[in-house]
């Protein structure tokens, strides 16, 4: 098997990553103008209220977006078909959706601990500061993680493909 070398996933990640942009900006961002009265209160009060919000406009889409696109019949996201790579099990074949939820809900787990801190940083909380600056450097660590462990192992896989059972190939 012909396991995706690291510049290409990240290419790949890329590409996706200027659709999730767009989808920020046109279907967020027209929300927020469209319904500004009714979305402010929604940033502005409680932190939970806040990354609720957020969660449900901008992470569940795009965890849907990865989670149902990787164990689809393409095996990938539009970034990464566009560059002929693929996710797959360990022998080869398509993933189901069970190994999709682990292998997301891994990915983006760092993206929702960052979510959850900022929120409370910026709202008033029960958390103390050095708590959610921890959390950060957390979430810091872990992305250190991501981007260093393709580089640790043959198959290239990610921390996240390690767990879920998944590699990324051509």
């Known amino acids: 098997m012909n396991y995706a070398p690291f510049k290409i996933r990240i290419y790949a990640f890329f590409i996706d990553y200027i659709i999730i942009a767009l989808y920020g900006v046109l279907v967020v961002g027209s929300i927020s103008y469209l319904f500004r009265p009714a979305v402010l209160p929604?940033?502005?009060?409680?932190?939970?209220?806040?990354?609720?919000?957020?969660?449900?406009?901008?992470?569940?889409?795009?965890?849907?977006?990865?989670?149902f696109a990787e164990c689809?019949?393409?095996?990938?996201?539009?970034?990464?078909?566009?560059l002929g790579i693929r996710v797959a099990d360990r022998a080869g074949n398509r993933i189901e959706i069970g190994r999709s939820f682990i292998r997301t809900g891994i990915k983006f787990l760092p993206w929702e601990v960052a979510h959850f801190s900022i929120w409370r940083l910026q709202l008033p909380n029960d958390y103390?500061?050095?708590?959610?600056?921890?959390?950060?450097?957390?979430?810091?660590?872990?992305?250190?993680?991501?981007?260093?462990?393709?580089?640790?192992?043959?198959?290239k896989k990610n921390l996240y493909d390690g767990v879920a059972g998944t590699m990324v190939i051509r």
């Open 42 to 67: 929604l940033f502005t009060g409680s932190p939970v209220t806040a990354q609720w919000t957020g969660f449900l406009l901008i992470t569940l889409p795009v965890t849907l977006y990865f989670l």
């Open 72 to 82: 689809s019949k393409w095996q990938g996201t539009i970034g990464k078909r566009k």
């Open 128 to 155: 103390s500061e050095s708590t959610l600056l921890i959390l950060l450097i957390g979430v810091n660590v872990m992305i250190l993680l991501y981007l260093v462990t393709p580089f640790m192992n043959k198959k």
